[in-house]
């Protein structure tokens, strides 16, 4: 709970400053039947690129986890594409 009170108490240049990190595909697992958000996807979809621009997935297993990424309506959902 105070991880989700500190992004919210977090100033617009905070979170401006969030979006020139390296993606990063660690999901909460205290709420995983909460719905996902675009931003949340967005996040995972360019984790997944990352580690396939790496090497980590063969084109195959990305384009299919990429897939479940982007129809993934719960955050447990995409829980289980980051840590495989």
Same mark, same amino acid.
């Not at 500190?6 to 100033?11: F, G, M, S, V, Y």
């Not at 240049?13 to 697992?29: A, G, I, K, L």
């Not at 996040?43 to 195959?60: I, K, Q, T, W, Y």
């Given at each position: 709970?105070?991880? $989700?009170?500190?992004?919210? $108490?977090? !100033?617009? @240049? +905070?979170? @401006?400053?969030?979006?020139?990190?390296? #993606?990063? %595909?660690?999901? @909460?697992?205290?709420? #995983?039947?909460?719905?996902?958000?675009? /931003?949340?996807?967005? &996040?995972?979809?360019?984790?997944?690129?990352?580690?396939?621009?790496?090497?980590?997935?063969?084109? +195959? /297993? $990305?384009? !299919? &986890?990429? /897939? &479940?990424?982007?129809?993934? &309506? !719960?955050?447990? /959902?995409?829980?289980?594409? %980051? *840590? *495989?």
């Amino acid at each position: 709970m105070r991880a $989700l009170r500190a992004a919210i $108490l977090r !100033t617009g @240049s +905070e979170r @401006s400053q969030d979006r020139h990190r390296v #993606p990063d %595909c660690q999901m @909460s697992n205290y709420m #995983p039947d909460m719905r996902v958000s675009h /931003e949340d996807r967005d &996040r995972v979809v360019a984790a997944l690129r990352v580690a396939g621009g790496d090497g980590r997935h063969s084109a +195959e /297993e $990305l384009d !299919t &986890r990429l /897939e &479940r990424a982007l129809s993934a &309506r !719960t955050l447990g /959902e995409l829980a289980v594409l %980051c *840590k *495989k």
